[in-house]
């Protein structure tokens, strides 16, 4: 499985599927929500289940039929994270998400950074771990390529490409 590392919008780069999550608590919408939104639109977004039986964890396949990107993702998956659970444990579940319906090349932001870092994971160091930790969990036969996107934070970035380098090979 190659893994990279980029700066830059999620939104706007080439994937099967790109990879984020949700909460049912949430009042406002992330910067991935955002950039989701000026390149696809918002109509995906009520595609989500809003039962209360989801659990941390479930995913949810938003298939690229829903809305017109002509030069991005072409699928989101959604994953609940009402921060009840490691972080590894959300990353994974929307990978396998991904590999279950045959998708290979998949992007995933870094999470819980900004307002949520301190609530699970303490410091960004302590995310990136456990984003990489969720990904190295899955079989490398399953996904082609994962690609961390930082939203053009040099700093986290950097450190994020020191912390995967020390497990797997970068690409």
């Known amino acids: 499985m190659k893994l990279s590392v980029i700066a830059g919008d999620i939104a706007k780069f080439p994937a099967d599927a790109l990879v984020t999550t949700f909460s049912k608590q949430a009042t406002k919408k992330t910067e991935v929500d955002l950039a989701i939104d000026r390149q696809a639109g918002s109509d995906f977004r009520y595609k989500i289940p809003t039962e209360r039986s989801l659990l941390d964890g479930s995913a949810t396949l938003v298939a690229g039929k829903s809305f017109y990107n002509p030069t991005a993702f072409k699928n989101i998956i959604y994953v609940v994270d009402n921060l009840q659970v490691p972080l590894a444990d959300i990353v994974s579940a929307g990978l396998r998400q991904a590999a279950v319906v045959g998708l290979v090349d998949v992007s995933l932001p870094v999470l819980r950074l900004g307002p949520m870092l301190g609530k699970v994971e303490k410091t960004p160091r302590d995310v990136i771990r456990e984003m990489i930790n969720g990904v190295l969990r899955l079989s490398p036969i399953w996904l ?27 690409h």
């Open 144 to 170: 082609k390529q994962v690609t961390f996107y930082v939203d053009n934070d040099e700093p986290t970035r950097r450190l994020f490409v020191a912390e995967l380098a020390k497990v797997h090979p970068i």
